[in-house]
């Protein structure tokens, strides 16, 4: 298991990762303080595959979760008014800690609505693939698209934890894992050449979803985004460095509607 603190603003905050971390929720999540409820947000699609392991570690917080499309077409306001909606129906109230289950489009949607609902309650984030695990999870960005680009609407809301199991990746089909090895591919070309060159002497292992291989490269990119976003939370020069290779792949992105790529 690794360990690794990401600061901001709001104050610093923990990365857990590594093999089997779901089973430490309950006693990471009592270092964030008591809560009068917890609401578990994730996808239909995500929770067939998760659901039961999230459940085991999470008992009380797991038995009603809330599902959304994860779809990049559903990341849009109106999906983050119905989740918060849900919040009011399920009597949340400010001293509630939201968990996202899933990808970048849960992360993204859970952390904006944990952002706007009641003006702010806790937001701990669950990735569950490798993009969330050393990308999205941390660094504070949530948002949604509107029709006329990309994450236009959003706020910077760091979470309070992020519990990254690696075992959660082993059902990711094998486009999702090859988009995350991509993204890791990215810190090694931006500034990390010890992570670029286990990468070029490793990738056969890594793409065989060996456990020692992902645990490592995805500790090196999840650090690296880490050490960015620390230094530049709110993306006034050094953590423009992230969008690497972005600009093109979400117009394009854009361009198709959200259907074909993500």
């Known amino acids: ?6 600061q901001s603003a709001a ?5 857990v990762l590594g093999s089997g971390v779901i089973r430490r929720a309950h006693a990471e999540l009592k270092r964030l303080g008591p809560a009068t409820s917890m609401h578990v947000v994730s996808s239909p699609r995500v929770w067939q595959h998760v659901g039961r392991a999230v459940r085991r570690a999470l008992p009380r917080a797991a038995t009603r979760p809330i599902l959304f499309d994860d779809r990049e077409a559903a990341k849009n306001l109106r999906t983050v008014e119905e989740l918060c909606r849900s919040l009011v129906r ?6 509630a800690v939201i968990v996202a289950v899933g990808g970048g489009v849960v992360g993204d949607v859970a952390g ?6 009641l003006r702010g309650v806790r937001l701990v984030q669950v990735p569950t693939t490798i993009v969330g695990v050393a990308d999205s999870s941390l660094g504070g960005k949530t948002g949604v698209n509107l029709p006329e680009g990309k994450n236009l609407v959003g706020a910077f809301y760091p979470p309070r934890l992020v519990l990254a199991d690696t075992d959660l990746l082993r059902t990711l089909p094998e486009r999702e894992f090859r988009s995350g ?3 890791i591919i990215k810190y090694g070309i931006i500034g990390d050449e010890p992570l670029f060159r286990f990468l070029e002497n490793n990738l056969d292992s890594l793409l065989a979803r060996k456990p020692a291989a992902l645990e490592y490269a995805l500790w090196r990119g999840a650090a690296q985004k880490g050490r960015v976003v620390s230094r530049d939370e709110r993306e ?27």
């Open 112 to 117: 904006f609505a944990a952002a706007s609902y």
């Open 11 to 15: 104050g610093p905050y923990a990365v």
């Open 181 to 183: 090895v991509y993204e």
């Open 236 to 262: 006034s020069g050094l953590r423009e460095i992230l969008n690497y290779g972005h600009t093109f792949a979400h117009a394009l992105e854009t361009a198709t509607k959200y259907r074909h790529f993500r």
């Open 90 to 95: 399920a009597g949340a109230d400010r001293g």
């Open 1 to 6: 298991m690794r360990r690794i603190i990401v």
